[in-house]
């Protein structure tokens, strides 16, 4: 499944083949196999690491000799940015990347990180298999990605190393880190909390040596990548919930037999509905884990402060007719 990392990211892909209407079960095998690479960032203790093994494996499987797909992990092709645009030109076949990651190519994608959107887990799984976000997939063809299916990434929260953040004033001045993306750093400018953005790889040093003061995300990070371990206060406000998104290159997608993207939305599917129920009982069990072995205090808070604060960042997002359609499509959902 993994090789060596390409000099000079040389990846090329041999697209072969014609599409024909039936769509077996699998593939009869042909003398040529296409090589798709996929690249991520992640260790192999994150669930979406397991999740992207499984989706390549079935794809593999089911089509014999015709398709390999290939991952690279640990960030070994770039960030997120950089896989993207390398996915934009066809280097990259795939990529798993945050939404917020997204954003800076499509604004529309925007919106998942929008603080509240989502008023529980069951109203974003609605929206993220609804028609809204399937057009939202097909709309990427116009800067050259084609989005396959997402997985759940959790609720976003505070976790700080020295003290638990119960109300918004306790986040005055603190370095946060945040993904770079201009609208979570708004989300933590309108909490008071001072927007830091970092790689997610530096996020463990920076805590350790007091170049931040906290981060937000979910739980699961406490124990995949070892936050906990620095980290000892983690407080349920919830801010945001931005998913995961697979993600072709439209190049590499058109290059395919009907027959072979049928197999891939398929399997991403499936390893979509295995994953999300792989994160609920990592997160269970991560919390256990970061209580009694990393000594990580957890606590409710109020949350109704913390929405009133950012509530005029997704009013002034509604400015945008496209990202308003989008808003009022996710509340219908409610």
């Not at 390398?86 to 529309?108: C, H, R």
């Not at 759940?152 to 953040?165: E, L, M």
């Amino acid at each position: 499944m993994k090789g060596k990392v390409p000099v000079a990211l040389g990846i090329s892909i041999l697209i072969i083949g014609s599409a024909s209407f039936a769509i077996p079960q699998i593939i009869e095998a042909r003398s040529e196999t296409k090589t798709l690479t996929i690249a991520h960032i992640h260790n192999d203790s994150a669930p979406v690491y397991q999740s992207l093994e499984d989706f390549a494996s079935g794809v593999n499987e089911r089509t014999t000799d015709n398709l390999d797909l290939e991952i690279y992990p640990n960030g070994a092709l770039g960030d997120e940015r950089v896989m993207l645009e390398l996915v934009q030109t066809g280097v990259i076949d795939m990529v798993k990347v945050n939404a917020g990651a997204l954003e800076s190519f499509d604004p529309s994608f925007s919106v998942f990180s929008l603080p509240y959107v989502f008023s529980d887990e069951e109203h974003f799984e609605r929206v993220m298999d609804s028609d809204t976000v399937q057009q939202m997939y097909e709309d990427l063809a116009d800067i050259g990605l084609k989005g396959i299916t997402y997985f759940d990434a959790g609720a976003r929260s505070f976790y700080t190393a020295n003290n638990p953040i119960e109300k918004p004033e306790d986040l005055s001045g603190l370095k946060i880190r945040v993904m770079t993306n201009k609208t979570s750093i708004e989300t933590m400018k309108l909490l008071g909390a001072a927007p830091t953005p970092l790689p997610a790889s530096e996020v463990y040093t920076g805590l350790q040596q007091g170049v931040i003061d906290g981060a937000e995300s979910s739980s699961i990070a406490l124990v995949d990548a070892n936050h906990g371990e620095v980290a000892k206060y983690f407080s349920y406000d919830e801010h945001t919930r931005i998913p995961d998104f697979l993600i072709m290159s439209d190049q590499t997608w058109n290059g395919l037999t009907e027959e072979e993207q049928a197999i891939i939305e398929e399997e991403a599917k499936a390893s979509t509905l295995e994953h999300n129920e792989r994160w609920k009982d990592m997160i269970d069990e991560g919390v256990v884990q970061a209580e009694e072995e990393m000594g990580v205090t957890f606590n409710e808070v109020d949350q109704e402060p913390f929405r009133e604060l950012v509530e005029p960042l997704v009013q002034e997002s509604r400015e945008n007719p496209q990202i308003a359609e989008i808003l009022d499509a996710f509340s219908n959902l409610e």
